[in-house]
């Protein structure tokens, strides 16, 4: 009998679980011959409530092309914001605003503005082609001239501890923050939210859920994410962009 309980107690149950999630942005791109882009906005939670034959949308945020913000991604009711574009030398000195904000060129202005508990600000600038750096998850952006993006912020919610969301490095020779931010005329590396090195491109952000492995598979999931069972947890990792969705 406690054997025949305890196999009973080893399958998987329908029972809708709540998740832990990972969402982040598309990176903003670096500002020609100016600031970083600053990285996608980052949001970090455990125990959400998720309900059954719900579709849930997940979006994937696009990075930015050089002096364009990053784009949101999406997990259910949980947003975050694009990274802000870096300012641009003779043109838009003053980084964008952001998840996390870009880098500026202008003497005396401060760099863009990240939003309150997904970033960080950008670096301010100095003048001509001195270039602050994007802001990070977990630092502000670096006044130029070290024009050094913030750093990101490191997440174990697939098992591995990862960094995502670097600030992009400023003109003329800044290096991009820890978790995908490019160096100064670099591209940031996709799948992080990294922002983009002055004049690149910001990358692409991520959305990660997670949930005790006893529970049930999903009904249907779109966007063919990467799945993993490690740790007692179902992992499912979406890093294609674009919209999609899964149902518990």
Do not use: H
């Amino acid at each position: 009998m406690g054997i025949m309980q305890a196999l009973i107690g080893a399958k998987s149950v329908s029972k809708t679980p709540t998740v832990d999630y990972l969402v982040v942005a598309g990176g903003g791109g670096g500002g020609v011959n100016g600031g970083g882009g600053g990285a996608g906005g980052m949001l970090e939670a455990s125990s959400f409530a998720v309900a059954s034959g719900v579709p849930l949308t997940v979006t994937v945020g696009a990075g930015g092309a050089f002096n364009t913000a990053g784009n949101s991604s999406v997990f259910s009711s949980i947003s975050t914001v694009g990274g802000g574009y870096g300012g641009v030398n003779g043109g838009a000195n003053v980084g964008g605003t952001g998840g996390s904000g870009g880098g500026t060129t202008q003497a005396a202005q401060p760099g863009g503005l990240g939003t309150a508990g997904q970033g960080n600000n950008g670096g301010a600038g100095t003048s001509g082609l001195n270039g602050g750096g994007g802001g990070g998850k977990g630092q502000v952006g670096a006044t130029s001239p070290s024009g050094k993006g913030g750093d990101g912020l490191a997440s174990s919610i697939t098992g591995a501890s990862v960094t995502y969301a670097g600030g992009g490095g400023g003109c003329p020779s800044g290096v991009g923050g820890t978790g995908g931010g490019g160096n100064a005329g670099v591209n940031a590396t996709n799948g992080l939210g990294g922002g983009g090195g002055y004049g690149a491109s910001g990358g692409s952000g991520v959305v990660v859920i997670r949930y005790p492995n006893t529970f049930a598979d999903p009904v249907t999931v779109t966007g063919s994410p990467t799945v993993t069972n490690t740790g007692g947890f179902k992992i499912y990792k979406w890093t294609t962009v674009g919209t999609w969705s899964i149902t518990f």
